[in-house]
């Protein structure tokens, strides 16, 4: 099984490479770079690799091929993806190649390709959600949040809102303003919280009366942790001026995210799964 796996790493690459080379010009200069597409693959791959017994067993029973059926469901997702525009957006430029090594993994290794291709529907969701909630809502997905953050500021501090823009005013009287864009007001954290609540469903389904309110909790406590994030902001300008602030913007979400997710898994395995799944499911994470 080796000698195929290298197979298909080679031949999957050289069309990738290939690809690009002969788009080299008519792909477009990318976005700035965001972190969430690449936490989520991570996220993906790890489960992955927890299951990659699993999946390399579904491996071994396939032939140099897979059954007629999976290969041509391969060499469909494998045109499918060749023929996908290139998009300035990391995220999908990583969904397009991730989509493209799947069609070919289906060609060589048949139903050993379940798992992997429910995890590349979870990253290409994902990464996809900011766009569709931009497209659904337009601004007022963002507007809301403004206004909720300008609300719930001004408790403590000198704040107003103007559309999504967010007027502030530091302790020495310095006024700044911070416009909340559709990323900022927690479209991105939304699509992590969704990976991990698909990964979590794959790996360790709770019971299904515990599935919808579980689902509610967690799109709630990650709405209210970006509200909590950007009111930090606010805090971090008054007390330290906007220079800090822009720090504490950078790098909050680093801190807040793993913490609140932590707590979600937490709740999940305590409350949506029976104590003896959640005990073995420990234990197989521990010995892994």
């Known amino acids: 099984m080796k000698n195929k796996v290298l197979i298909w790493l080679a031949i999957s690459i050289a069309i990738t490479v290939l690809r690009f080379f002969f788009l080299r010009d008519g792909v477009p200069a990318p976005?700035?770079?965001?972190?969430?597409?690449?936490?989520?693959?991570?996220?993906c791959i790890a489960v992955g690799w927890l299951k990659k017994d699993m999946i390399s067993g579904q491996m071994r029973k396939v032939g140099m091929l897979a059954e007629p059926a999976y290969v041509g469901a391969g060499v469909l997702i494998t045109v499918m993806a060749l023929l996908m525009p290139?998009?300035?957006?990391?995220?999908?430029?990583?969904?397009?190649?991730i989509l493209l090594f799947t069609g070919l993994f289906m060609i060589f290794f048949g139903s050993a390709v379940y798992l992997p291709s429910l995890l590349v529907f979870v990253y290409g969701f994902s990464v996809s959600f900011p766009k569709v909630l931009d497209g659904a809502f337009g601004t007022q997905y963002a507007l809301i949040t403004t206004k909720i953050v300008a609300y719930v500021a001004s408790l403590v501090y000198p704040v107003g809102s103007e559309g999504q823009l967010l007027n502030l005013i530091d302790s020495a009287g310095a006024s700044s303003r911070v416009f909340i864009d559709a990323g900022c007001s927690g479209s991105a954290s939304l699509a992590i919280f969704l990976t991990v609540f698909a990964l979590m469903?794959?790996?360790?389904?709770?019971?299904?009366?515990?599935?919808?309110?579980?689902?509610?909790?967690?799109?709630?406590?990650?709405?209210?942790?970006?509200?909590?994030?950007l009111v930090l902001l606010v805090a971090a300008n008054y007390h330290f001026g906007s220079a800090v602030m822009w720090k504490v913007h950078d790098y909050a979400g680093y801190v807040l995210f793993p913490v609140w997710f932590a707590v979600f898994i937490y709740v999940y395995l305590k409350i949506g799964v029976k104590p003896e799944i959640a005990r073995d499911h420990e234990a197989e994470v521990l010995e892994k």
């Open 31 to 43: 976005r700035q770079w965001t972190a969430h597409p690449f936490v989520i693959l991570m996220l």
């Open 86 to 97: 290139v998009s300035d957006d990391h995220g999908l430029v990583l969904f397009n190649v």
């Open 201 to 229: 469903l794959i790996d360790t389904k709770p019971r299904n009366d515990r599935i919808f309110p579980l689902f509610l909790f967690g799109i709630l406590g990650t709405s209210v942790q970006n509200i909590f994030r």
